[in-house]
Protein backbone atom coordinates (compact mmCIF):
# COMPACT_ATOMS: atom_id res chain seq x y z
CA UNK A 1 0.00 0.00 0.00
CA UNK A 2 1.26 3.80 -1.16
CA UNK A 3 -0.49 6.56 -0.64
CA UNK A 4 1.37 9.94 -1.38
CA UNK A 5 -0.24 12.99 -0.46
CA UNK A 6 0.26 16.60 -1.27
CA UNK A 7 -0.99 20.16 -2.35
CA UNK A 8 -0.06 21.58 1.33
CA UNK A 9 1.31 24.58 1.72
CA UNK A 10 1.55 28.10 3.73
CA UNK A 11 -2.40 30.15 3.02
CA UNK A 12 -3.74 32.92 4.35
CA UNK A 13 -6.94 32.76 6.23
CA UNK A 14 -9.60 32.79 3.80
CA UNK A 15 -7.71 30.86 1.48
CA UNK A 16 -7.88 27.53 -0.24
CA UNK A 17 -6.09 24.38 -0.87
CA UNK A 18 -7.04 21.10 -2.74
CA UNK A 19 -4.73 17.96 -1.27
CA UNK A 20 -4.45 15.22 -3.16
CA UNK A 21 -3.34 11.79 -2.38
CA UNK A 22 -2.18 9.50 -4.82
CA UNK A 23 -2.67 5.71 -4.21
CA UNK A 24 -1.15 2.23 -5.15
CA UNK A 25 -0.50 -1.02 -4.93
CA UNK A 26 -3.88 -2.03 -3.46
CA UNK A 27 -7.30 -1.84 -5.46
CA UNK A 28 -8.17 1.64 -4.64
CA UNK A 29 -11.77 1.10 -6.50
CA UNK A 30 -12.35 -1.12 -3.60
CA UNK A 31 -11.53 0.23 -0.13
CA UNK A 32 -13.47 3.43 1.43
CA UNK A 33 -10.63 6.29 2.02
CA UNK A 34 -10.22 8.55 4.58
CA UNK A 35 -8.58 12.19 5.21
CA UNK A 36 -7.38 13.18 8.72
CA UNK A 37 -5.49 15.83 10.19
CA UNK A 38 -3.00 16.09 13.38
CA UNK A 39 -2.50 19.61 14.64
CA UNK A 40 0.25 20.39 17.26
CA UNK A 41 -0.13 18.97 20.32
CA UNK A 42 -3.59 17.82 19.57
CA UNK A 43 -4.52 13.85 18.86
CA UNK A 44 -5.17 12.86 15.26
CA UNK A 45 -8.68 13.19 14.32
CA UNK A 46 -10.97 11.91 11.66
CA UNK A 47 -11.60 15.00 8.70
CA UNK A 48 -13.79 13.19 6.09
CA UNK A 49 -14.35 10.08 5.00
CA UNK A 50 -15.45 8.27 1.49
CA UNK A 51 -17.06 5.38 0.27
CA UNK A 52 -15.40 3.23 -2.40
CA UNK A 53 -17.63 4.06 -5.24
CA UNK A 54 -17.55 7.59 -4.36
CA UNK A 55 -21.00 8.40 -3.68
CA UNK A 56 -20.90 9.04 0.24
CA UNK A 57 -19.07 10.85 2.63
CA UNK A 58 -18.98 11.23 5.71
CA UNK A 59 -17.31 13.89 8.23
CA UNK A 60 -17.67 13.49 11.81
CA UNK A 61 -20.36 14.92 14.37
CA UNK A 62 -17.36 16.76 15.86
CA UNK A 63 -16.47 18.47 13.20
CA UNK A 64 -19.51 19.34 11.16
CA UNK A 65 -20.04 22.34 12.41
CA UNK A 66 -15.80 24.01 12.49
CA UNK A 67 -15.76 22.20 8.78
CA UNK A 68 -19.33 22.15 7.50
CA UNK A 69 -19.41 24.03 4.13
CA UNK A 70 -15.65 24.01 3.95
CA UNK A 71 -14.10 20.86 3.15
CA UNK A 72 -15.30 18.34 0.71
CA UNK A 73 -14.01 14.82 0.08
CA UNK A 74 -14.03 13.58 -3.34
CA UNK A 75 -12.31 10.71 -5.32
CA UNK A 76 -11.21 9.56 -8.85
CA UNK A 77 -11.16 5.67 -8.97
CA UNK A 78 -9.75 5.99 -12.58
CA UNK A 79 -6.58 7.91 -11.61
CA UNK A 80 -6.43 6.03 -7.70
CA UNK A 81 -6.54 9.74 -5.88
CA UNK A 82 -8.87 11.09 -3.53
CA UNK A 83 -8.76 14.54 -2.86
CA UNK A 84 -9.70 16.87 -0.13
CA UNK A 85 -10.97 20.78 -1.01
CA UNK A 86 -10.74 23.24 1.66
CA UNK A 87 -11.78 26.49 1.21
CA UNK A 88 -12.46 29.42 3.77
CA UNK A 89 -9.57 27.96 5.64
CA UNK A 90 -8.84 28.91 9.11
CA UNK A 91 -6.10 29.19 11.53
CA UNK A 92 -7.60 26.41 13.55
CA UNK A 93 -7.21 24.12 10.19
CA UNK A 94 -3.34 23.86 10.79
CA UNK A 95 -2.29 20.59 11.07
CA UNK A 96 -0.44 17.85 9.25
CA UNK A 97 -3.51 16.01 6.87
CA UNK A 98 -2.88 12.65 5.90
CA UNK A 99 -4.90 10.24 3.96
CA UNK A 100 -5.67 6.47 5.08
CA UNK A 101 -7.53 3.28 4.76
CA UNK A 102 -7.42 0.04 6.26
CA UNK A 103 -4.78 -0.39 5.39
CA UNK A 104 -2.30 2.00 5.62
CA UNK A 105 -2.07 5.78 5.68
CA UNK A 106 0.57 8.05 3.95
CA UNK A 107 3.44 10.57 5.11
CA UNK A 108 0.83 13.01 5.03
CA UNK A 109 0.65 17.11 3.65
CA UNK A 110 1.66 20.04 5.80
CA UNK A 111 -0.81 22.76 5.83
CA UNK A 112 -0.34 25.97 7.87
CA UNK A 113 -2.85 28.51 7.26
CA UNK A 114 -1.47 32.21 8.78
CA UNK A 115 -1.16 36.05 7.66
Known amino acids: VQLVESGGGLVQPGGFLRLSCAASGFPFSTYAMSWYRQAPGKERELVAR????????????SLRGPVKGRFTISRDNVHNTVYLQMNSLKPEDTAVYYCANSAGRGQGTQVTVSS
Open 50 to 61: INSAGNITYYPD
